[in-house]
């Protein structure tokens, strides 16, 4: 599955997996009384923007999806609703529609809306397996393939799950969201910059959507304990086709 605006050789990051019919809606089966999954037709990440339960994950991700749900070592897998979409960026905002699972939320991160400089340590944490996984690396550069300046270019390697998941600097500020990577190059990555995602929230008029913090939660924590705080706000999304 290849970005066919940019080039074939830029990669979506989504992992695909088998699914079954079954549980399309719903996502899952019921046997005895513990609940078993259908599996999902593809998976990636995703992280929240506010303390309401709104999310942000890749468009390629959810597209022509049946349903979509998330999940992390925190929350139980729940439902969430497609709100924007920017085709340009490839971007989606979703909604987790349980306001249960939302309610205690305290988002520890925002979107940094600075220029970044190349060099700059940077980190990533998404689903490209079941577990949270971290990746650290550096801005290689400030424009993405074929010199797009909607884009960064890390060098952090970004596998299958990576999709939608936040590219982050030293002080956890989300500076980017991963989009694919170059597949004939190791430790080759793609991110949406911050300020194109702010001012794309923006155009579709959507500014209620984002939480900006004022004092950043996380500056100057150890990146370990940057991870504790910040691994609850981010999900596994699993979606559901009928193809």
Same mark, same amino acid.
């Given at each position: ?92 905002? %979703?909604?987790?529609?349980?306001? $249960?699972? !939302? ?6 991160? @925002?979107? +940094? &809306?600075?220029? /970044? =400089? ?6 990533? %944490?998404?689903?490209?397996?079941? $577990?949270? !996984? ?6 290689? @550069?400030? +424009? &993405?393939?074929? /010199? =797009? ?95």
């Amino acid at each position: 599955n290849l970005f066919k605006q940019q080039s074939n050789q830029i990669t979506e990051l989504g992992l695909k997996l088998k699914a079954t019919n079954e549980g399309i809606v719903e996502g899952l089966t019921r046997s005895s009384q513990k609940v078993v999954y259908a599996p999902a037709n593809l998976e990636g990440s995703a992280f929240a923007i506010n303390n309401a339960g709104y999310i942000i994950t890749s468009l390629h991700m959810i597209k022509e999806a049946d349903s979509v749900f998330v999940e992390n070592s925190t929350m139980q897998r729940t439902n969430a609703k497609v709100i924007l979409t920017d085709s340009h960026l490839d971007l989606a905002v %979703l909604k987790i529609e349980d306001q $249960d699972a !939302v309610k205690d939320w305290q988002v520890p991160f @925002s979107f +940094s &809306g600075k220029t /970044n =400089d190349i060099g700059e340590k940077v980190f990533t %944490l998404g689903y490209p397996r079941k $577990d949270i !996984v971290y990746g650290e690396g550096a801005l290689s @550069s400030l +424009s &993405g393939y074929n /010199n =797009d300046t909607c884009m960064y270019q890390v060098s952090i390697p970004v596998n299958p799950g990576n999709s939608g998941g936040p590219l982050c600097d030293e002080n956890g500020n989300i500076i980017g969201v991963i989009r694919g990577k170059i597949s004939s190059a190791e430790a080759t990555g793609f991110a949406i910059k911050s300020a194109e995602i702010l001012q794309s929230i923006h155009n579709l008029g959507a500014d209620s959507v984002l939480s900006i913090t004022k004092k950043p939660a996380l500056k100057g924590l150890k990146r370990t304990e940057q991870i504790k705080r910040m691994s609850p706000y981010i999900f596994n999304v699993l979606v559901y086709k009928s193809e």
